[in-house]
């Protein structure tokens, strides 16, 4: 124990919270083990029978070791899809006569660890990308995929850290999202390679580390479901006073702070136009924000259109940015698929920072419908908040890549596909207003890209109010279309149109949809809400109130953990 000099009230307050945490989360952890180890241990089989009547027997007692583990391996192999690479990966390394799922499970992320390094090593190796002799889409297709790739890489290794400073009631739901997130990453690389017409080759790459990835997020859920069959997170958290432990204090400050009507004067960092600022720029402002702290670091950006576009990078965390007003402090930019730019990298304003708020700010990218994908906002950080914000485009106006987000009282602009991606996202109370597209073209409101049914992502909309800005009397608007296999889409207690088509939703391609999607709505009203002539897809479900409430803030999101902190207001549940 290092040796501390005089505290104040707080410090010293933050400083019992962290011994009784820490030793809260050894009790639960030792917990933990043991009692998924008693949970599965007779599913597994794996401790190693030995004979202690026939010492001698040595080649006996080895054969009956190895077949042991290998139906332990395949017992956990069982439950991903790609059985036989899960097994040609695990069962080499498995040495020990006793193997417990959650050594096999920290195995499978070690396995996919190494394969997703070896193709992030292949795209660096590329070197140059400007010496390549390709356009400039391919170019910037390649590069892209380096940098998601090198995302992938680091929430593997989240995962791998158990969660890092959380509580073990979230490490479950945290590593099923950074795995998500990392199969979408790698996803979003060969979409990209789609977009850019690369060889099969640079997809075949990817292969593995995709199947591997997937096989660790199969585990993980599967493990998740074990314990929940037990109410192990229930019995493992019930203990006194769990609740007044917490270090609230430090989320009211936050609060507090998000509420005050002096916010703007208590700004860490000024953005202004006009020289009153630090600076004239969004993007000089956050490059002067500290690397990885834990502390929120406040970005009051003045009213003016500012012509940029801004990237918060993973390594910016805590950062919040104010505006004056969605329609006062906007950040506008035009790039676009048909000039040349593929549409991950479109992005005005891109964020992937953590635990990021936007407050009371406008993105916009001003390409046009005939420039295709052309993305106003990108969102591929996890516990991201937008609150009173404006997203405005066309085609592919508000990108939901990857990890959690929340979206409160914000306008979302667009034509087609406009809120895409595979993130968990949560839109609440906000008004989505489908513009008019080229002629010839259909509104689509959602694309949502869920490639796994482990995945725990898709797009809740709830309580919000779905017009038309704009004639639409003669463009056909729906709800959605299934960008991939398993794509998962909610629309709830909100208030359509219209103008919506009575089937509802579209194909993306022919005449239906996959069996494997998700699709529901539940209790919308207005005169586009009625189901009667909806498509009849096996993936268009009717749900009941359980199943919707999965899709809630508390449920979906964990929502009420982290949101509370933003100081954002929010409906926790139905």
Known sequence: MSSYGKLDEAEQAMLVVRRRTRKRVTIISLSTILLIGVVCGAVFGTVAHRNDNDDNDNSSNGNNNAQSLASSVKAVCDVTLYKDACYNTLGPLVRSGKVQPGELFMLSINVALTEVSRAAKGFSE??????????????????????????????????????????????????????????????????????????????????????????????????????SAVNLRRRLMSFPNHHDEQPKWLQSKDRKLLQADDLKKKADIVVAKDGSGKYKTISAALKHVPEKSDNRTVIYVKKGIYYENVRVEKTKWNVMIIGDGMNATVVSASLNFVDGTPTFSSATFAVFGKNFIARDMGFRNTAG???????????????????RCQIDAYQDTLYVHSNRQFYRECNIYGTVDFIFGNSAAVLQNCNILPKLPMQGQQNTITAQGKTDPNMNTG????????????????????????????????????????????????????????????????????????????????????????????FTVKSFLSGDKWIPSSGTPFKSSM
């Open 126 to 227: 590329q070197g140059g990308f400007e010496g390549l002799n390709v356009d400039n889409r391919t170019k910037e297709a390649l590069k892209n995929c380096k940098e998601l790739l090198g995302l992938a890489v680091d929430h593997l290794n989240s995962s791998l850290s158990s969660g890092g400073k959380s509580s073990l009631l979230d490490v479950l739901e945290d590593l099923k999202t950074w795995l998500s997130a990392a199969g979408t990453y790698q996803q979003t690389c060969i979409d990209g390679f789609g977009e850019a017409s690369l060889q099969t080759s640079d997809v075949s790459n990817l292969k593995n580390s995709t199947e591997l990835t997937s096989n660790s997020l199969a585990i993980i859920n599967w493990l998740n479901k074990a314990a």
């Open 369 to 387: 419908a005939a420039k295709h994908q052309a993305v106003a906002l990108m969102t591929s950080a996890d516990l991201a908040v937008f609150y």
């Open 459 to 550: 797009i809740s909309i709830q309580n919000c109010s779905i017009s038309p800005f704009g004639n639409l009397s003669y463009v056909q608007t729906y709800l959605g279309r299934p960008w991939k296999n398993y794509s998962t889409t909610v629309v709830m207690q909100s208030t359509l149109g219209s103008f919506i088509s009575p089937n509802g939703w579209l194909p993306w391609v022919g005449n239906s949809a996959p069996d494997t999607i998700f699709y529901a709505e539940y209790q919308n009203v207005g005169q586009g809400a009625s189901t009667k002539n909806r498509v009849k897809w096996k993936g268009l479900k009717t749900i009941t109130s359980k199943q919707a409430s999965k």
